[in-house]
């Protein structure tokens, strides 16, 4: 049975709307922010190549401004990542984050979303960690540390018995083994801060970040 035959997330139809441009696009940027005054570029790198989402880490004391800039300028489907608790979602959606991501199954943040009405993606390596989540209205997860928890092969043992669940590897994942991945109609969309990421930014610029990022789209599609 094809994986397309199914709702890539219960709930709203903004949610399914998401889920399915985010499928579209094919790639979760992941941006740690340590200088608010890099955003812009972030921003235009990605629009550049037609890329509409971004997940801000809290993983930086900058996270909820990051997220704040980049829902006001409006340009970007803005997340937030690294979300651990419950607090930490409601500050990121405060700031204007659409969106969740966990690392891990955190049972509060999932009830909250799901009470309002906000897509979150969490964090789901076994079995039981994606049966429980699928209590949530979940049908799209997050699988990192892709690369030590099994890689590809992993994801396509699960998706068997999850033949409904989606996936979106991250961690490891880069431009030499992205196309595997997105080979694989279980898999939503790759993840990470190979996409884009402040410090190639400060090193090299957003023309080279622009040009990196135009062939990795070049070879998606
Ligand atoms: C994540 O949280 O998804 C990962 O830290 C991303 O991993 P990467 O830096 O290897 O892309």
Redesign the pocket.
Known sequence: MSHYQFDLYLGGDTLKERINQLKEEKLLP?YTATDLSLLKDAEEVLIKNNLNFIEV?YRSGLASEAIKYLADSGKLIVGA??VRNIQTAKNAIAHGARFI?T?GLCEEVLAFCQNENILCIPGAVTPSEILLSMQYGVRTI?F??A?IYGGLRAIQALKEPFFDINFIP?????DQNMCEYLADEAVTAV????IISENDLIKNGKAYSTKKLERIVEKIN
């Open positions: 992941l880490t990542g690294t991501v690392p997050k990192f540390p690369n991250t961690g490891g994942i880069n993840g990470g801060s190979f």
